[in-house]
């Protein structure tokens, strides 16, 4: 209204004549209006070409009506009002033309975008081959909003690509875990039955014997118990339900005690522990029980790839804004390509590592990194000198940071 306020100041029309008209083509264009959504409403499962075609036919018209309903309320000669419908119906016409093309590029670009959700289903279509150069597959008359779609479908498919691959690659270390678990379980389970079938029947009589498969007994008793505690405590960190009780510890502490009970294992088969603090570490706000389980974890992997003779070596300090345990062992060094997969689950390196170790179902260092990730740390590892050496990082309290 105030576009034809101004128009009609601007060409010296009078107000009543300017409201008469303008009422007259918004009265026919309001129902050309009416009439196109209606149209419209029919055909919403169309193709967007007709959807298009039917938006610039109503506009066309709308235009025309109000102009033919106008100019017959002005009383104009009946041959004038005749040229000006040829003249609309011409302009009218290109305009439809015009809008059947421009359906087609908007048409080519949906198609583009068609195409390319068909592919991002498919399970062998990545990146390379569902999202690659989307938007430059459009054409850009097609408009930004159909672009800019191709884009987001761009990143969709690349994490797709990345989740389904992620999926993939722990599907494969829950087979594995499953293999090498029903190994561990399979092998102290045959023992154990076996010696209590001859206890049963008194095919071992002797007090010596039977104290020997007693004792035998009891320690495969409580490899099943830590095995099924290892999954116990997997199963709490990858659902998320671990609870950790935070406190303030000294990790000297933690790691003394660490050191004195896997003292015993060590001794029994030769290997050397020594450890030095290159700093005393100032007290952590940490889950007592969850670190130590790290360290004894960490010690225990290091004592069993550590060959008789050899040395573990545990260090600890402070750089930078954490506080560091590293575990170095004698295993001999883990293959480079295999480095990245040390914490996986399931994962038992092959290598360089002592042949005949004992790595039991791989879980114990798949459950020291969830632990640690769990108190905003991280565990790393690398070869060095005549094995390798895992390190242990912990942020220091704000204050201490600081």
């Not at 209204?1 to 409201?19: D, H, L, N, P, R």
């Not at 079938?197 to 830590?226: C, F, I, K, M, N």
């Not at 933690?254 to 029994?268: E, H, I, Q, R, Y």
């Not at 290598?351 to 740390?377: E, Q, S, W, Y």
Request: proline share 3%; hydrophobic share 50%.
């Amino acid at each position: 209204m105030a576009a034809t306020a101004a128009v009609s100041a601007a060409v010296g029309m009078g107000a009543a004549e300017s409201v008469r008209m303008a009422a007259s083509a918004m009265a026919a264009a309001a129902g050309t209006g009416v009439a196109g959504a209606g149209l419209l409403a029919v055909l919403r499962h169309r193709s967007i070409r007709i959807q298009v075609v039917v938006v610039v036919l109503t506009a066309v018209v709308a235009v025309g009506a109000g102009t033919l309903l106008s100019a017959a309320r002005m009383y104009v000669a009946a041959h004038d009002l005749h040229a000006l419908a040829v003249v609309l119906m011409a302009g009218g016409t290109v305009g439809v033309v015009a809008a059947l093309v421009l359906g087609d590029r908007v048409v080519s670009g949906s198609r583009s975008l068609r195409d390319t959700v068909r592919l991002i289903g498919d399970d062998g279509g990545g990146p390379a081959a569902a999202g690659s150069n989307v938007a430059g597959r459009l054409h850009r008359p097609a408009g930004e909003e159909l672009v800019a779609l191709g884009d987001e479908l761009e990143r969709m498919s690349a994490r797709l690509a990345d989740a389904r691959a992620s999926e993939q690659a722990l599907e494969g270390s829950r087979r594995e875990l499953v293999a090498w678990v029903s190994h561990d379980l399979r092998t102290p389970l045959a023992a154990i039955r076996a010696m209590t079938e001859a206890l049963e029947d008194g095919v071992v009589d002797d007090p010596v014997t039977v104290a020997r498969y007693h004792r035998t007994l009891r320690q495969e008793s409580d490899r099943l118990a830590e095995l099924v505690d290892d999954l116990f405590e997997l199963s709490r960190i990858q659902a998320g339900a671990l609870r950790l009780q935070m406190e303030r510890a000294s990790l000297s502490d933690l790691v003394s005690d660490a050191l004195a009970a896997a003292g015993a294992v060590a001794s029994a088969k030769g290997v050397r522990l020594e450890g030095t603090m290159r700093d005393e570490p100032p007290e952590l706000v940490l889950s007592t029980p969850e670190v130590s389980r790290v360290l004894r974890n960490l010690l225990e992997n290091a004592i069993s790839h550590t060959p008789s003779d050899g040395t573990v070596w545990v260090e600890a300090g402070v750089e930078q804004d954490a506080v560091y345990v590293s575990v170095a062992d004698g295993c001999g060094g883990i293959e480079p390509a295999h480095l990245e997969r040390v914490f996986d689950l399931a994962f038992r390196g092959e290598g360089a590592r002592t042949p005949g170790a004992d790595n039991g179902a791989g879980l114990g260092l798949a459950i020291a990194k969830g632990l640690v990730d769990a108190h905003a740390g991280e565990i790393v590892v690398a070869n060095d000198g005549p094995g390798c050496r895992f390190t242990v990082r912990l942020p220091l309290p704000v204050t201490e940071a600081s």
